[in-house]
């Protein structure tokens, strides 16, 4: 049964990958979920919020995110480093500059060291995270996300809640999905038990919420 499901996933993050590839308005459809997310209160009112660098193409663009939390003075930005042992670590971006000199890591998406020029990056599991935008391959309207199968965020959360540190991950519409038009799916996106539900999923033209 655990094979049959991970059939579903490979099928359909192939079955997504190809759409969003043929796609001409991902820009576009990047600009309408970036003002959907400025707007939103519990943007507003975060401080340390984690957003992924995207991919130079084939995905949600979230450059104009990541510039207004580092422009703003009340916010921290955390972006993701994976480790050689494969696990991924949330550590903050000092400034535009710091991010502009990021070197390329896998799928040619930027990545922070663990050092930068202010000296060792502050980890989010130290430090405590208000908001963390989640990229994913493709969404349901029961708020499930399907990953790229690597598991990176999944692990992620669990080690968060393990830590024992403050845990706003777990308090209401702090887990958010970032998706392209036709990665909201109206059928289920097949999941396993350890993968996470998010508190809400940001689109072009929806917001929803758990």
Known sequence: M???LQNQKRVLRKSIHSVIHSLENIQEQSRAVTAKILLLPEFHSCTRVSCYLSMPSGE???SEIVTTILESSDKSLFAP???QNGTMELLKLDNQNDLD????GKWGIREPSYESEAGSRLNAIDAGLDLILVPGVAFDRSMSRLGHGKGYYDRYIAR??????PRPLLGEHLKVGLGLRDQ????AVP?????YKMDMIVTPDEVLYR
């Not at 968060?160 to 540190?165: D, L, M, Q, R």
Request: charged share 25%; proline share 4%; no cysteine.
């Open 2 to 4: 655990l094979q049959a």
């Open 101 to 104: 000199t990021l070197p390329s």
């Open 191 to 195: 999941v396993e038990e350890h993968d």
């Open 160 to 165: 968060y809640i393990a830590s024992g540190k």
């Open 60 to 62: 949600l663009d979230t």
């Open 81 to 83: 480093k994976i480790s």
């Open 184 to 187: 909201l799916l109206d059928t």
